[in-house]
């Protein structure tokens, strides 16, 4: 059921969502302040990719003092965004019942959004 999903979720805006995030992470990294950014667009990107079957658990060094000055950078710069797009497209995804899963999949891909430092993928 996940390869289903995933192949319908890249059919239907997923792979170019994805893109985006994993092209403008790669441009983000061309700086070296950059790079920490960069690497979470990446990985919000590979997440974008293949939703379904893939947990968001926070790492197991997660909570020290820089990732958390990262995170409220990202928030402030990239993040709220992020999210808010996310959110709006699962409530209107939700609005139909064939939707729910795929809603499901854009709200579980808001907290990654707001803070994606200290959480990884499994």
Same mark, same amino acid.
């Given at each position: 059921? %996940? &390869?289903?999903? %995933? @192949? /319908? $979720?890249?059919?239907?805006?997923?792979?170019?969502?994805?893109?985006?995030?994993?092209?403008?992470?790669?441009?983000?990294?061309?700086?070296?302040?950059?790079?920490?950014?960069?690497?979470?667009? /990446? +990985?919000?990107?590979?997440?974008?990719?293949?939703?379904?079957?893939?947990?968001?658990?926070?790492?197991?060094? !997660?909570?020290? !003092?820089?990732? @958390?000055?990262?995170?409220? @950078? $990202?928030?402030?710069?990239?993040? $709220?965004? @992020?999210?808010?797009?996310? &959110?709006?497209?699962?409530?209107?995804?939700?609005?139909?019942?064939?939707?729910?899963? &795929?809603? +499901?999949?854009?709200? +579980?891909?808001?907290?990654?959004?707001?803070?994606? &430092?200290?959480?990884?993928?499994?």
């Amino acid at each position: 059921m %996940n &390869f289903l999903g %995933n @192949i /319908i $979720w890249l059919i239907f805006g997923g792979f170019l969502t994805g893109l985006g995030y994993i092209l403008g992470g790669l441009i983000t990294c061309v700086t070296i302040i950059g790079i920490p950014f960069g690497m979470q667009a /990446i +990985k919000l990107g590979v997440a974008t990719m293949t939703p379904f079957g893939t947990e968001i658990t926070a790492a197991e060094d !997660s909570g020290g !003092s820089l990732q @958390i000055i990262f995170n409220m @950078i $990202w928030l402030v710069l990239f993040g $709220w965004e @992020i999210a808010i797009a996310h &959110f709006v497209h699962g409530l209107i995804l939700a609005i139909t019942i064939i939707g729910l899963p &795929f809603a +499901k999949q854009h709200f +579980k891909l808001v907290p990654l959004a707001l803070f994606p &430092f200290g959480q990884e993928l499994r």
